[in-house]
């Protein structure tokens, strides 16, 4: 009885301890990485070595990294700030003034869901020309400001805010938009902690889009940078490491000190 | 009769409100989805020679079947999705089971550490996996697995087709696991303890536990990882594109063309040779096709749990 209930204890921890191994091993590696030569990278060099200074060197001065780390900021900030406005906004106008026109609105929306990226980059390649946005950072904050899944998640996350406090408020006199920004917005931080992360991920990270709209060095995000790093004739192993560590860290950062609010915002999405 | 005209006033300005505060996000989701989505769908019925465009019916989705790239990136993209998506999930599940028992100890950091791959950028990661997978006997995978005596011979990751595939679904499952996991944990919190306390007293063991409350109870939430993971997957992009020698100049997407995705070739019809837009859009409209029947059969197979939503 005792031996069975320790083996199972040794297997339930042997696998979690694999799964934990397997899914912090290649930080490591990336930051010893980013301190090694390009010979030791590829020959799976483990230990830290003296190159980092070198390796940092070649990435700001051959690639201008400054410009491009600020290129991906500035898209990824200002998606994630109207993004997480416009979308919480339009949660809000659904969950809280209920109208069969724009519950079938939101079914539609719902539904767009599904369909993927690849059925619309031809027409909105097509209208990014139109209007003369080739090249330009507005192309890609433009297209990604609205997102279903974002009003999708924060309506799922009003649905637990209490009808009657709003109902209070309008006695009280708060107008509709004071009710939303100065009651509903501060009483949802999670959600709003949670969105932001998914936000900022999904334009830090993307890399389809800005491939097809960016096209001049000067304009090219970090995602363009280490996919162009990598696909050189000669590709510099310990400075494509650099460049991964620092387009990573932003986000890593970012995870942990929103952590907390970030399991309690996709709780409360799941929870209905 | 006041009281009515007053409360009719009251719904006619909380409607306008309602209207306001979706406004903008209709609009951008008007011009930037929904009539992309349409524009989509008139394109992949015109073929543009030189400089004009004209009707050709349904003649591009006819040439499709006749098409063996597109066939060999439709294979593709299934055999990532059957393979990968299932395994996938299951280790997701089985993840938040073990994190969900409260005698585990160091939850937080088991949590914590096995999410922190969805951090990273798919092309970040990629790049990283591809240095992994070195195929050469120096390769660390290869070097980690030679002197554990696994293998004798260094394994061709990304030189061979078989293997190039492996390497894609290893990394795919690296990126996702825990991010699914979040979501089944969190929905697991919403199962009440005294199910599993009175299966407890019925002589249950943790499997059947697993089998007859876990499963069921997570139906909503299984469903939505499958759906979400099976659209992803139909869009596989990012993975193949940079695991392939050249990236998105190289000759082939992968080995053989072993990794050529449906987005894959997409792209590759639109923006690496002579554009054909009008082909390209009917390749596009195929996964969407696909992502709608395999939807509906998701949630057949659930059992209409949508109502729960």
Redesign the interface.
């Known amino acids: 009885m005792k031996a069975s209930k320790i083996l199972k204890k040794i297997l ?1 921890y042997g ?2 301890i694999i ?2 191994v ?3 091993f ?2 490591y ?2 930051i010893t ?1 980013m301190t090694n030569s390009s010979v030791d ?4 060099k ?1 230990t830290f070595g003296d190159q980092m200074i070198n390796n940092l060197k070649t990435v700001f001065n051959s690639y201008d990294l400054g410009r491009i780390f600020l290129n991906s900021l500035k898209i990824s900030l200002i998606t994630m700030v109207l993004s997480l406005l ?2 919480s ?2 949660a ?3 969950e ?4 069969k026109h ?1 519950d079938r ?1 939101y079914n ?2 719902l539904l ?16 990014t020309v139109k209007f003369g946005m080739l090249d330009k950072h507005i192309a890609i904050i ?2 990604s ?2 997102s ?1 899944f974002l ?1 999708f998640f924060f309506r799922q996350n009003f649905k637990s805010f209490p009808k009657e406090i709003i109902q209070a408020a309008r006695v009280d006199g708060a107008g ?1 938009f004071k009710i ?1 920004y100065s009651i509903v917005m501060p009483s949802m931080k999670s959600t709003y902690a949670a969105g932001a992360i998914y936000s900022f ?1 999904t334009s ?2 993307a ?2 889009w800005p ?2 709209i960016l096209q001049t060095d000067k304009q090219k995000t ?2 363009l940078l ?3 790093l ?2 050189a004739y000669f590709p510099e ?1 310990g400075v ?2 650099t460049a ?1 560590v620092i ?2 860290l932003p ?2 950062v970012i ?1 942990f000190t929103l ?1 907390r609010h970030f ?1 309690e915002g ?2 409360g999405s ?3 | 009769m006041a009281e009515v005209t007053k409360s009719n006033s009251f719904e006619k300005t ?2 306008r ?6 406004s ?3 609009i ?2 008007v ?7 349409v ?2 769908f008139y ?1 992949s019925t015109t073929e543009t020679k030189g400089m004009v465009q004209k009707f050709v019916g349904f003649s591009n989705y006819a040439r499709l079947f006749k098409d063996p790239m597109f066939i060999k990136a439709l294979k593709n993209t299934f055999i990532f999705l059957i393979i990968q998506v299932p395994i996938m999930l299951f ?1 997701s599940l ?2 938040a089971t ?2 969900n028992d409260k005698s ?1 100890k160091f939850k937080g ?2 949590r ?6 969805a ?7 990629t ?6 997978f ?1 195929s ?1 006997a ?4 290869n ?2 697995l030679m002197s554990m005596h696994i293998i004798k011979e260094p394994i061709q990751w990304l030189l061979d087709p078989f293997w190039s595939k492996v390497t894609v679904m290893l990394a795919l499952t ?1 990126r996702w ?2 991010y699914n996991m ?2 089944f944990l ?2 697991m ?2 199962i009440p303890d005294e199910l599993y306390e009175a299966a407890e007293i019925d002589g249950a063991n943790k499997a059947h536990q697993f089998w007859y409350i876990t499963v069921p109870m997570l139906k909503p ?1 299984i469903v939505f990882t499958t ?1 979400t993971s099976t ?1 992803g997957t ?2 596989l ?2 993975e193949p ?2 695991l392939s ?6 000759t082939t997407t992968g080995p053989g063309n072993s990794l050529l995705t ?2 894959v070739y ?2 590759n019809l ?2 690496k040779y002579t554009p054909k ?1 009008g082909y ?2 009917a ?3 195929v ?2 096709i696909i ?2 029947i395999l ?1 509906v059969i998701e949630f057949k197979v659930a059992g209409d749990n949508n109502e729960s ?1």
């Open positions: 339930v696998f979690l799964a934990f397997a899914s912090v290649p930080f590696w990336m990485g990278v590829i020959k799976g483990l416009i979308s906004m339009a809000y106008g659904f809280f003034y209920p109208s724009r609105i539609i929306f767009s869901m599904m369909i993927p990226f690849a059925a619309l980059m031809i027409p909105l390649f097509k209208l433009l297209t400001i609205a279903v009003i509709e939303f991920m830090w990270n890399y389809l491939l097809i970090m995602t280490i996919s162009s990598s696909s192993y494509i490491m991964i387009a990573t986000m890593i995870f952590q399991v996709i709780t799941v929870k209905q | 909380q409607n409100y309602g209207w306001f505060f979706i903008f996000a209709l951008l989701i011009i930037f989805l929904l009539y992309p989505i524009y989509s394109l280790l089985l993840l073990i994190l585990i950091i088991f914590t550490g096995i999410f922190l791959p951090v990273t950028s798919l092309v970040a990661y790049i990283l996996f591809k240095m992994m070195n050469g120096d390769g660390m995978v070097k980690a690296w696991t825990g979040i979501f969190s929905a919190q919403n939430t759906v659209i139909l869009q992009f990012d594109m940079n020698t050249g990236g998105p100049s190289g449906l987005s997409i792209y639109c923006f837009f390209a859009a390749v596009s409209y996964i969407v992502a709608a939807t939503k």
